[in-house]
């Protein structure tokens, strides 16, 4: 029998590996291998603190809410109200992200099938509806088999590419673009939804929590880096926006098939978590009714897929980078007051010199900063 705890790192490694990753080897291509590695292992630390700065906010509040409530225990009411619209935005922008990608892979699974892409858009929408309906305890042993998905394509990907894999991509670098990777780098690695669910997986087992948390951020991040190495070695310049279509040619049909399974089941998993944790903050810290939550969740994401016009290589970027960012800092901040002000001993305490959390607030508004008013024309 499977432990709960295995369960909560396959919960937070099944929310970080998403969509995200299937934009890597593209940046990576156009930035450069290095200089996209950098980016990972950077921005790995940075979530391994995020994560458990957010567990222990968890764990010492005596009450149950999702990031948007513990704003507004710590920081009040105006702080709780911006971080309300930055997780509604940035989670539906993600869940647009997701159907998106997930019809494309649909698409190649069924060779075309489908015929027009808004039946791919509206099949994965209505699968992934379904089990956000169902809550926490249908999908747990899903995130279980997607962690199983994700080393089994890697071994597909290994066998079927080491052999063409070509050093010679490894070595790109254009300066003009070493700030591409950052906003889809920031949104591939972020799993701060998965958190109150590993919290919940391990109720009574809160001594696991801050494990769980380290081991579930670090298994996406070796897997990106084995990932972007694969595709970028032996797609180099033929590298596709979702890094699987465009490997057909070099590995033929059936290794791409197995690496579309895998982005469908990887790319639902996550529609399904950030739908929950939406769902979620609407009913925990809004008191919205449940049945209102879930009918806005089912319908905002596939109204805004008939809306969108950007590549989703811009899209992640432009999430990550500002709404990823916004919540990162509402979450150091929040973390700075939880404390001081916590009305509940933690099973952990991580304590993170104030200098480092002043150094990664500034990080994220200069990364916004650039979004906003550079990124595109330098």
Not at 36 to 51: D, I, M, R, S, W
Not at 56 to 82: D, N, P, S
Not at 344 to 371: C, D, H, K, Q
Request: with cysteine; hydrophobic share 55%.
């Amino acid at each position: 029998m499977i432990s709960n705890f295995w369960y909560a790192v396959a919960m937070l490694a099944g929310t970080i590996v998403g969509v995200g990753v299937f934009g890597l080897p593209y940046v990576a291509w156009h930035a450069g291998f290095f200089v996209e590695a950098a980016y990972l292992g950077a921005l790995f630390l940075v979530f391994v603190c995020l994560h458990l700065m957010f567990g222990e906010i968890i764990l010492r509040t005596g009450t149950r809410h999702r990031l948007a409530g513990y704003v507004r225990l710590y920081l009040g009411e105006r702080m709780q109200k911006l971080t309300i619209l930055t997780t509604t935005f940035g989670f539906l922008g993600g869940m647009l992200v997701y159907i998106l990608v997930g019809g494309k892979f649909l698409d190649v699974l069924f060779n075309g099938f489908l015929s027009v892409p808004a039946y791919s858009y509206l099949v994965f929408w209505a699968i992934g509806s379904c089990l956000i309906f169902l809550g926490l305890k249908a999908i747990k042993r899903s995130e279980l088999i997607m962690l199983f998905f994700m080393v089994a394509a890697i071994a597909v990907l290994v066998i079927g590419g080491i052999k063409k894999i070509s050093f010679d991509n490894f070595f790109t670098f254009d300066s003009s673009r070493i700030f591409l990777p950052y906003g889809i780098t920031l949104f591939a690695l972020a799993g701060i939804a998965a958190v109150p669910a590993v919290r919940d997986i391990l109720e009574g087992s809160e001594k696991k929590i801050k494990k769980a948390l380290i081991l579930g951020t670090a298994l996406p991040a070796l897997f990106y880096v084995l990932f972007v190495a694969l595709v970028l070695g032996v797609s180099g310049g033929a590298v596709s926006e979702d890094a699987i279509s465009g490997l057909k040619n070099v590995l033929g049909g059936p290794v791409v098939f197995i690496g579309a399974l895998f982005g469908v089941f990887t790319v639902a998993t996550s529609y399904i978590t950030f739908g929950l944790y939406l769902k979620d903050m609407f009913v925990y810290d809004l008191g919205i009714n449940k049945i209102l939550a879930f009918l806005f969740i089912l319908l905002a994401p596939i109204a805004l897929v008939f809306l969108h016009s950007d590549s989703f290589i811009v899209v992640l970027g432009f999430l990550g980078a500002i709404f990823g960012g916004l919540e990162s800092i509402f979450l150091i901040y929040t973390y700075k007051k939880a404390r001081q002000k916590g009305d509940r001993t933690p099973e952990y305490s991580y304590n993170i010199p104030m200098p480092l959390l002043n150094l990664l607030i500034a990080v994220f508004v200069l990364g916004i900063f650039y979004t906003l008013f550079f990124d595109g024309k330098v």
